[in-house]
């Protein structure tokens, strides 16, 4: 089992909206960075936690679990020319982009701040402290388990 970070803007999609899915399962489209994409392809298997992260608001944090439910397939989103995520070079034949099913697991009992998060040194690897903007970063067993304790669950 892996562990990773899941960027997302909750104007866009929150962990309400993942909650609020039919099986409160969702898949995660539209990343459109050739790293991340080669996690969802070739690394994210079924089982693996994600920390869900609101990014882009006045205070970023980690609000939710959640797991991966289906690994990486072909993000269709980037066939649609009428969609926001349409890519012209992607095509059936060579998808380039791709994407899992995510599932909503539990909210935090405390949100983890990013600023909390750049505050505790046992934290200060984490590609989200290093100012990475990628939206799906892993995250090692310990600092799975430091935040779990900051965030007043367990997992």
């Given at each position: 089992m892996n562990y990773w970070l899941f960027k997302t803007e909750p104007g866009c999609f929150?962990?309400?909206?993942?909650?609020k899915r039919p099986d409160m399962t969702e898949h995660w489209d539209?990343?459109?960075?050739y790293q991340a994409r080669n996690f969802l392809r070739d690394t994210i298997q079924v089982d693996d936690r994600i920390l869900f992260?609101?990014?882009?608001?006045?205070e970023p944090a980690i609000v939710g679990l959640a797991s991966v439910v289906r690994a990486g397939?072909?993000?269709t989103t980037a066939l649609d020319p009428n969609g926001e995520?349409?890519?012209?070079?992607?095509?059936?034949?060579?998808?380039?982009?791709?994407?899992?099913d995510v599932r909503y697991g539990k909210p935090l009992n405390k949100i983890v701040t990013l600023e909390r998060i750049k505050q505790n040194p046992?934290?200060?690897?984490?590609p989200l402290v290093n100012r990475s903007r990628l939206s799906i970063q892993p995250v090692t067993v310990q600092?799975?388990?430091?935040?779990?304790?900051m965030g007043g669950v367990t997992g």
């Open positions: 929150s962990f309400d909206d993942l909650k539209g990343v459109r960075n992260y609101h990014s882009n608001i006045p397939y072909p993000d995520h349409f890519d012209p070079k992607a095509s059936v034949e060579k998808p380039l982009w791709y994407m899992v046992l934290l200060a690897d984490m600092e799975w388990q430091i935040i779990l304790t």
